[in-house]
């Protein structure tokens, strides 16, 4: 009798695993969790990159700015102290005290230049500047020219 009550509750379902027809609470929040981490790391990321993207924007335009200054400066066309809209700008005459090996009179004009500051990129307050040496007299295969 024993062995047929058990066949009876197995039969009727006692014992059986129900049916499941959706995702638990748990594992709503644990899906919610991870998306959300997903989500902040991609957010730093883009902040990252628009913060890199910007200093390399201020690069090139100090370039820029750098090469039309060495050119001026090259030329002699540049004045011993001044300030335009994008830079203010000092040259003095550096000498290579100590140095053997170079011609006499080799001397080179130190341009510093102090970009002005713009909105983008630039840190409020902080002055990046950037050195030139520009040579005054050119050396072509040991001649002056």
Same mark, same amino acid.
């Given at each position: ?35 959300? #981490?997903?989500?902040?790391?991609? #957010?730093? !990321?883009?902040? !990252? ?14 370039? @820029? ?11 002699? @066309? ?8 994008? @830079?203010?700008?000092?040259? *003095? ?11 006499? @009179? ?10 002005? *500051? ?17 040579? *005054? ?9």
């Amino acid at each position: 009798m024993k062995s047929e009550k058990s066949v009876r509750t197995l039969a009727d379902g006692v014992g059986q695993k129900k049916v499941r027809r959706g995702f638990t609470l748990v594992e709503v929040m644990v899906a919610v969790a991870v998306l959300g #981490l997903v989500a902040a790391g991609s #957010l730093r !990321l883009s902040a !990252l990159s628009l913060r890199g993207l910007s200093d390399v924007r201020q690069g090139r335009e100090d370039l @820029a700015l750098s090469r039309s200054y060495w050119i001026a400066a090259d030329s002699g @066309a540049l004045e011993n102290r001044g300030r335009e809209k994008d @830079a203010s700008w000092e040259v *003095e005459t550096f000498d290579f005290p100590g140095q053997r090996g170079l011609p006499p @009179a080799y001397r080179v004009k130190k341009v510093v230049l102090l970009p002005a *500051e713009l909105s983008g990129g630039r840190i409020p307050g902080k002055r990046n500047s950037i050195v030139l040496y520009v040579p *005054e007299l050119k050396l072509v295969k040991g001649r002056k020219e």
